[in-house]
Nanobody, 120 residues
Framework: QVQVVESGGGLVQPGESLRLSCVAS????????TEWYRQTLSKPRELVAE???????NYADSVEGRFTMSRDDAKNTAYLQMNNLQPEDTGNYFC??????????????WGQGTQVTVSS
């Protein structure tokens, strides 16, 4: 199985930056895809950024140009660099990971998330 842990959230002022981490562990041979979502009590889950299994990186229109996703395959870790944060970026950010296991099966899971609050 695979476990996912997100970290790096916090309380920041508008215009500031945060870097989130998504660490996957377990019987992983390869991370196939990673998706960052954010969710609040008043809004549905929103896909913010993703590494697809086709090798492309995509961003939501609302974060294009401000957020950058990167990864370290050796560490099974994905990052989300968030610049020029705005109050509307507030939410619980969690990542969904799809991995190929040593058994050659594909396994998808996500973590508990990390809270990002942008407020003056």
């Amino acid at each position: 199985q695979v476990q996912v842990v997100e970290s790096g959230g916090g309380l920041v002022q508008p215009g500031e930056s945060l870097r989130l981490s998504c660490v996957a562990s377990g019987n992983i041979v390869k991370i196939l895809a990673t998706e960052w979502y954010r969710q609040t009590l008043s809004k549905p889950r929103e896909l913010v950024a993703e590494f697809t299994d086709a090798g492309s990186t995509n961003y939501a229109d609302s974060v294009e140009g401000r957020f950058t996703m990167s990864r370290d395959d050796a560490k099974n870790t994905a990052y989300l660099q968030m610049n020029n944060l705005q109050p509307e970026d507030t939410g619980n950010y969690f990542c969904e990971v799809r991995a190929r296991l040593q058994s050659q099966l594909t396994y998808t899971t996500w973590g508990q998330g990390t809270q990002v609050t942008v407020s003056s």
